[in-house]
């Protein structure tokens, strides 16, 4: 049995409301990018307290939380170059 070849080729502008939801995801991605700021904001002054104070534990959770927003926030953005290459990474499988 054959099976109809099908390709695919995403396109911004083939449904109504594309605009709308590249504005949501442009929007969700600042949103994402504050929250990463006030987390490396909080997570230093706990990491600078938490060393003042002789406190290990905190300070060792003031320096994980700087560390993951500082890879939230290049994740961020680096997502839409990530997306794009394993879209075409897919692409050329045969």
């Known amino acids: 049995m054959l099976f109809a070849n099908v390709s695919l080729t995403p396109?911004?502008?083939a449904l109504?409301?594309?605009a709308a939801l590249?504005?949501?995801a442009d929007g969700i991605a600042a949103w994402a990018l504050i929250g990463a700021l006030v987390a490396l904001l909080?997570?230093?002054a706990l990491w600078a307290v938490g060393s003042h104070t002789q406190n290990m534990h905190q300070s060792s959770q003031g320096r994980r939380a700087v560390l993951t927003s500082l890879?939230?926030?290049v994740l961020?953005?680096?997502a839409p170059t990530l997306i794009n290459f394993f879209?075409?990474?897919g692409l050329s499988v045969r």
Request: charged share 0%; aromatic share 4%.
């Open 76 to 78: 961020i953005g680096a």
């Open 22 to 24: 590249q504005q949501i």
């Open 42 to 44: 909080l997570g230093a």
């Open 71 to 73: 890879c939230a926030a």
């Open 16 to 18: 109504p409301g594309s």
């Open 11 to 13: 396109s911004t502008t």
């Open 87 to 89: 879209f075409n990474t």
